[in-house]
Protein backbone atom coordinates (compact mmCIF):
# COMPACT_ATOMS: atom_id res chain seq x y z
CA UNK A 1 0.00 0.00 0.00
CA UNK A 2 1.05 3.18 -0.65
CA UNK A 3 2.93 5.49 1.77
CA UNK A 4 3.87 9.20 2.48
CA UNK A 5 7.54 10.34 1.91
CA UNK A 6 8.36 11.99 5.36
CA UNK A 7 11.13 13.74 6.44
CA UNK A 8 13.39 13.89 7.78
CA UNK A 9 13.05 10.27 9.98
CA UNK A 10 15.05 11.74 13.29
CA UNK A 11 16.09 15.20 14.45
CA UNK A 12 17.97 15.70 17.39
CA UNK A 13 17.65 19.33 18.36
CA UNK A 14 18.11 21.48 21.78
CA UNK A 15 15.84 23.05 23.60
CA UNK A 16 14.66 26.53 21.76
CA UNK A 17 15.34 25.54 18.62
CA UNK A 18 13.04 25.16 15.89
CA UNK A 19 11.53 22.38 14.09
CA UNK A 20 10.41 21.70 10.43
CA UNK A 21 8.90 18.41 8.83
CA UNK A 22 7.40 17.97 5.32
CA UNK A 23 5.36 15.35 3.76
CA UNK A 24 4.96 14.84 -0.23
CA UNK A 25 3.12 12.35 -1.81
CA UNK A 26 2.46 11.29 -5.85
CA UNK A 27 -1.35 11.40 -5.46
CA UNK A 28 -3.84 14.59 -4.41
CA UNK A 29 -4.81 14.51 -0.78
CA UNK A 30 -8.00 16.54 0.14
CA UNK A 31 -6.90 16.54 3.93
CA UNK A 32 -4.33 16.74 5.67
CA UNK A 33 -3.80 15.53 8.93
CA UNK A 34 -1.15 16.32 11.51
CA UNK A 35 -0.57 13.44 14.41
CA UNK A 36 1.85 13.60 17.48
CA UNK A 37 2.45 10.15 19.03
CA UNK A 38 4.00 9.68 22.74
CA UNK A 39 5.92 6.47 23.78
CA UNK A 40 3.68 3.60 24.32
CA UNK A 41 0.30 5.92 23.11
CA UNK A 42 -1.82 6.31 20.38
CA UNK A 43 -1.32 9.15 18.20
CA UNK A 44 -3.47 12.62 19.06
CA UNK A 45 -4.50 15.01 16.30
CA UNK A 46 -2.30 18.63 15.84
CA UNK A 47 -3.69 20.37 13.51
CA UNK A 48 -5.92 19.36 10.14
CA UNK A 49 -5.81 20.64 6.96
CA UNK A 50 -8.48 21.15 4.50
CA UNK A 51 -7.91 23.35 1.36
CA UNK A 52 -4.80 24.00 -0.27
CA UNK A 53 -3.17 26.77 0.32
CA UNK A 54 -4.16 26.89 4.14
CA UNK A 55 -2.32 27.53 6.94
CA UNK A 56 -2.91 26.91 10.23
CA UNK A 57 -1.41 27.39 13.72
CA UNK A 58 -1.98 25.54 16.82
CA UNK A 59 0.16 27.14 19.23
CA UNK A 60 3.95 26.98 18.71
CA UNK A 61 2.87 24.16 15.58
CA UNK A 62 2.12 25.87 12.18
CA UNK A 63 1.34 23.64 9.28
CA UNK A 64 0.09 23.46 5.25
CA UNK A 65 -1.52 22.69 2.97
CA UNK A 66 0.32 22.73 -0.30
CA UNK A 67 -0.82 24.44 -3.08
CA UNK A 68 -0.24 21.05 -5.64
CA UNK A 69 -2.17 18.82 -3.01
CA UNK A 70 0.52 16.64 -2.62
CA UNK A 71 2.45 17.90 0.10
CA UNK A 72 2.30 19.72 3.77
CA UNK A 73 4.65 20.87 6.21
CA UNK A 74 4.99 21.48 9.97
CA UNK A 75 6.72 23.67 11.97
CA UNK A 76 7.37 23.55 15.71
CA UNK A 77 8.83 26.97 17.03
CA UNK A 78 10.79 26.95 20.38
CA UNK A 79 10.84 23.64 21.34
CA UNK A 80 10.55 22.43 24.36
CA UNK A 81 10.89 19.06 26.25
CA UNK A 82 7.87 18.10 26.24
CA UNK A 83 7.37 18.40 22.38
CA UNK A 84 9.34 14.54 22.11
CA UNK A 85 7.65 12.38 20.24
CA UNK A 86 7.22 10.63 16.61
CA UNK A 87 5.29 13.03 14.72
CA UNK A 88 3.26 11.50 11.76
CA UNK A 89 1.19 13.23 8.64
CA UNK A 90 -1.49 11.51 7.33
CA UNK A 91 -3.06 12.21 3.96
CA UNK A 92 -6.74 11.45 2.94
CA UNK A 93 -7.70 10.96 -0.13
CA UNK A 94 -10.87 12.18 -2.78
CA UNK A 95 -11.73 9.25 -3.04
CA UNK A 96 -15.34 8.13 -2.15
CA UNK A 97 -16.86 5.22 -1.37
CA UNK A 98 -14.78 2.22 0.55
CA UNK A 99 -12.04 4.49 0.29
CA UNK A 100 -13.91 7.51 2.42
CA UNK A 101 -12.29 8.67 5.60
CA UNK A 102 -9.23 6.50 4.42
CA UNK A 103 -5.74 7.72 5.49
CA UNK A 104 -2.53 7.34 4.47
CA UNK A 105 0.47 7.89 6.77
CA UNK A 106 4.20 9.18 6.64
CA UNK A 107 7.12 7.20 7.95
CA UNK A 108 6.82 8.94 10.62
CA UNK A 109 9.37 11.83 12.12
CA UNK A 110 11.23 11.13 15.45
CA UNK A 111 12.15 14.27 17.57
CA UNK A 112 14.29 14.01 20.13
CA UNK A 113 14.92 17.68 22.32
CA UNK A 114 17.69 18.22 24.49
CA UNK A 115 17.20 20.37 27.46
CA UNK B 1 -15.81 10.78 28.54
CA UNK B 2 -16.12 9.41 25.33
CA UNK B 3 -13.21 7.73 23.47
CA UNK B 4 -11.55 4.14 22.47
CA UNK B 5 -10.54 1.40 24.76
CA UNK B 6 -8.05 -0.75 23.82
CA UNK B 7 -7.26 -3.91 25.84
CA UNK B 8 -5.08 -5.21 27.08
CA UNK B 9 -2.87 -3.08 27.18
CA UNK B 10 0.19 -5.72 26.80
CA UNK B 11 -0.76 -9.20 25.94
CA UNK B 12 2.03 -11.95 25.30
CA UNK B 13 1.27 -15.03 23.00
CA UNK B 14 2.83 -17.93 22.48
CA UNK B 15 4.04 -19.86 18.99
CA UNK B 16 0.57 -20.89 17.40
CA UNK B 17 -1.96 -19.41 19.56
CA UNK B 18 -4.64 -17.34 18.31
CA UNK B 19 -4.84 -14.03 20.09
CA UNK B 20 -8.22 -11.50 20.39
CA UNK B 21 -6.95 -7.57 20.53
CA UNK B 22 -10.23 -5.96 21.77
CA UNK B 23 -11.53 -2.16 20.88
CA UNK B 24 -14.28 -0.64 22.11
CA UNK B 25 -15.32 3.27 21.45
CA UNK B 26 -18.09 5.37 23.00
CA UNK B 27 -17.96 8.15 20.33
CA UNK B 28 -20.99 6.71 17.67
CA UNK B 29 -18.44 6.89 14.97
CA UNK B 30 -19.81 4.81 12.03
CA UNK B 31 -15.80 3.87 10.72
CA UNK B 32 -13.40 1.98 13.02
CA UNK B 33 -9.74 1.08 11.67
CA UNK B 34 -7.09 -0.99 13.14
CA UNK B 35 -3.38 0.02 12.37
CA UNK B 36 0.04 -2.06 12.90
CA UNK B 37 3.06 -0.09 13.52
CA UNK B 38 6.68 -1.24 13.94
CA UNK B 39 9.65 0.87 14.44
CA UNK B 40 10.61 2.60 11.53
CA UNK B 41 7.60 1.96 9.40
CA UNK B 42 5.05 3.75 10.32
CA UNK B 43 1.41 2.97 10.37
CA UNK B 44 0.44 0.20 7.98
CA UNK B 45 -3.36 -0.49 7.76
CA UNK B 46 -4.58 -4.11 8.70
CA UNK B 47 -8.89 -4.09 8.16
CA UNK B 48 -11.44 -1.62 8.23
CA UNK B 49 -15.21 -1.36 8.50
CA UNK B 50 -17.51 1.47 7.52
CA UNK B 51 -20.49 -0.16 8.89
CA UNK B 52 -21.65 -2.45 11.10
CA UNK B 53 -21.24 -5.86 9.65
CA UNK B 54 -18.95 -4.86 7.19
CA UNK B 55 -15.44 -4.23 6.55
CA UNK B 56 -12.47 -4.69 4.18
CA UNK B 57 -9.44 -5.56 4.10
CA UNK B 58 -6.53 -3.23 4.66
CA UNK B 59 -2.74 -3.47 3.10
CA UNK B 60 -1.49 -6.13 5.39
CA UNK B 61 -4.46 -8.52 6.25
CA UNK B 62 -2.91 -11.73 5.96
CA UNK B 63 -2.81 -13.96 9.09
CA UNK B 64 -5.62 -11.35 11.18
CA UNK B 65 -9.33 -11.74 11.30
CA UNK B 66 -12.14 -9.53 12.42
CA UNK B 67 -15.52 -8.75 13.21
CA UNK B 68 -18.09 -5.86 13.70
CA UNK B 69 -20.94 -7.14 15.01
CA UNK B 70 -21.55 -4.13 16.99
CA UNK B 71 -20.86 -0.49 15.72
CA UNK B 72 -19.22 0.30 18.98
CA UNK B 73 -16.56 -2.79 19.02
CA UNK B 74 -14.23 -3.81 16.48
CA UNK B 75 -12.29 -6.82 17.89
CA UNK B 76 -8.70 -8.26 15.88
CA UNK B 77 -8.07 -11.52 15.99
CA UNK B 78 -3.96 -12.11 14.96
CA UNK B 79 -4.26 -16.04 13.97
CA UNK B 80 -1.16 -18.71 13.90
CA UNK B 81 -0.93 -17.64 10.17
CA UNK B 82 0.55 -14.25 10.83
CA UNK B 83 4.39 -15.22 10.56
CA UNK B 84 5.57 -11.70 12.65
CA UNK B 85 3.06 -10.95 15.11
CA UNK B 86 4.79 -8.73 17.65
CA UNK B 87 4.52 -5.18 17.06
CA UNK B 88 2.62 -2.22 18.62
CA UNK B 89 -1.21 -2.30 16.99
CA UNK B 90 -3.43 0.64 17.23
CA UNK B 91 -7.19 0.71 17.06
CA UNK B 92 -9.15 4.34 15.50
CA UNK B 93 -12.39 5.48 14.83
CA UNK B 94 -14.06 8.29 13.01
CA UNK B 95 -17.57 9.46 11.91
CA UNK B 96 -19.01 7.93 8.80
CA UNK B 97 -19.37 9.86 5.51
CA UNK B 98 -21.75 13.25 5.67
CA UNK B 99 -20.01 13.86 8.67
CA UNK B 100 -18.13 17.72 8.16
CA UNK B 101 -15.61 18.41 9.10
CA UNK B 102 -13.25 15.92 9.06
CA UNK B 103 -11.40 15.59 12.03
CA UNK B 104 -9.23 12.75 11.15
CA UNK B 105 -9.26 9.37 13.14
CA UNK B 106 -9.68 9.36 17.03
CA UNK B 107 -6.86 6.68 18.11
CA UNK B 108 -6.56 4.44 21.20
CA UNK B 109 -3.67 4.01 23.12
CA UNK B 110 -2.32 0.54 21.94
CA UNK B 111 -1.48 -2.88 22.89
CA UNK B 112 1.53 -4.17 22.54
CA UNK B 113 1.91 -7.73 21.30
CA UNK B 114 4.80 -10.39 22.44
CA UNK B 115 5.42 -13.37 20.85
CA UNK B 116 7.00 -15.63 23.09
Known amino acids: GQQLNQSPQSMFIQEGEDVSMNCTSSSIFNTWLWYKQDPGEGPVLLIA?????ELTSNGRLTAQFGITRKDSFLNISASIPSDVGIYFC???????????????FGQGTILTVHP | DGGITQSPKYLFRKEGQNVTLSCEQNLNHDAMYWYRQDPGQGLRLIYY???????QKGDIAEGYSVSREKKESFPLTVTSAQKNPTAFYLC???????????????FGSGTRLTVV
Open chain 1, 90 to 104: AGQLVAGGTSYGKLT
Open chain 2, 49 to 55: SQIVNDF
Open chain 1, 49 to 53: LYKAG
Open chain 2, 92 to 106: ASRPGQGHQPNYGYT
